[in-house]
């Protein structure tokens, strides 16, 4: 097989220099190339070299001040605390979803047991109005053999409670029956004067 050939030296030193310039810092005082040509100075402290430097392949005498140091250790520092901070904020929404979910059950459940007691009790309302209804027909049943005099037994008008609705409004004499002097029941005839 045929050797791949490999980035040469100029390539790969321009690729570093982009990375540098890409995640590198700039430095509060500049190495004397950057000085000199008015460039701004992005050092990776690992390079030993600024991202201007090594891209134009000159020389570089960046150093890292003691100040420089104190300020990589504080961002360093702040970086870990706000990650610490950002992990457990994480947290306390993960406890927070948690707890809602929890809540979320109980008042589903709450829903639902509360739901059968409801229909529990359209139940049983259901039943007392069916009762209710059955003893208002029985009391209408008696009210009626009262008042039309008719002892319980004997023979009597026995009609369905529809029928006697349509009954009502009737005047009371409608159901007299006319006697004659002496005691007997009127015939009435047709074309009698």
């Known amino acids: 097989m045929p050797k791949v050939p490999s980035d040469n030296s100029t390539i790969r030193r321009h690729k570093l220099a982009a990375f540098i310039d890409e ?94 007691q409801m229909d529990l009790l359209d139940k049983r309302a259901e039943e007392a109005i069916a009762v209710e209804e059955a003893n208002i027909v029985e009391l209408e049943q008696e009210e009626l053999l009262d008042v039309s005099g008719v002892p319980e037994g004997s023979l009597g008008l026995n009609l369905a409670l529809d029928t006697w609705s349509a009954l009502d409004g009737l005047p009371l004499d409608f159901w007299e029956v006319p006697t004659d002097v002496f005691g007997g029941t009127a015939v009435a005839t047709s074309g009698s004067s």
């Open 23 to 116: 995640f590198g810092n700039i430095m509060v005082k500049s190495c004397s190339t950057c000085q000199r040509h008015k460039r701004v100075c992005k050092v990776h402290l690992r390079s030993g070299k600024c991202s201007e430097c090594l891209h134009h392949g000159q020389r570089c005498d960046v150093r890292v001040t003691q100040s420089e140091w104190d300020r990589l250790k504080a961002d360093k520092a702040r970086l870990r605390k706000e990650i610490k901070e950002a992990y457990e904020a994480q947290e306390a929404a993960h406890a927070a979803q948690e707890k809602a979910r929890e809540d979320l059950w109980a008042a589903f459940a709450k829903e639902m047991r509360l739901q059968q």
